[in-house]
């Protein structure tokens, strides 16, 4: 079992930062990987970013490339988003989630376990 808790949403305005933050418990954090994804209104969830296990390596969505970061501190159970050049178009509610496959992967339903959400905001 593992339970995810992000933190760290809001209002900000565009081209504005915000870090987010998701603290995880349960299983040894740093046996598994861990991504970030967004849901806007009327829209599917989609894949931000993740990073693997031991923070060798990371992906991102084309649309946030150059802007977000996904750094992890395995010493604190916790994951990050780095939120730099925001857009209106960045606003969503923001999740967590775990991936305990040996591959990570972006595909949402891949992942075993997912926090309850922040929302970000981003006004123009």
């Known amino acids: 079992q593992v339970q995810l808790v992000e933190s760290g949403g809001g209002l900000v305005q565009a081209g504005g930062s915000l870090r987010l933050s998701c603290a995880a418990s349960?299983?040894?954090?740093?046996?598994?990987?861990m991504g970030w994804f967004r849901q806007a209104p009327g829209k599917e969830r989609e894949f931000v970013a993740y990073?693997?296990?031991?923070?060798?390596?990371?992906r991102y969505a084309d649309s946030v490339k150059g802007r977000f970061t996904i750094p992890r501190d395995n010493a604190k159970n916790t994951v990050y988003l780095q939120m730099i050049s925001l857009k209106p178009e960045d606003t969503a509610v923001y999740y967590c989630?775990?991936?305990?496959?040996?591959?990570?992967?972006?595909?949402?339903?891949?992942?075993?376990?997912w926090g309850q959400g922040t929302q970000v905001i981003v006004s123009s």
């Open positions: 989630a775990a991936d305990l496959h040996v591959i990570v992967t972006a595909t949402p339903s891949n992942y075993d376990y």
């Open positions: 349960g299983r040894t954090f740093s046996s598994y990987a």
């Open positions: 990073i693997t296990r031991r923070g060798d390596s990371t």
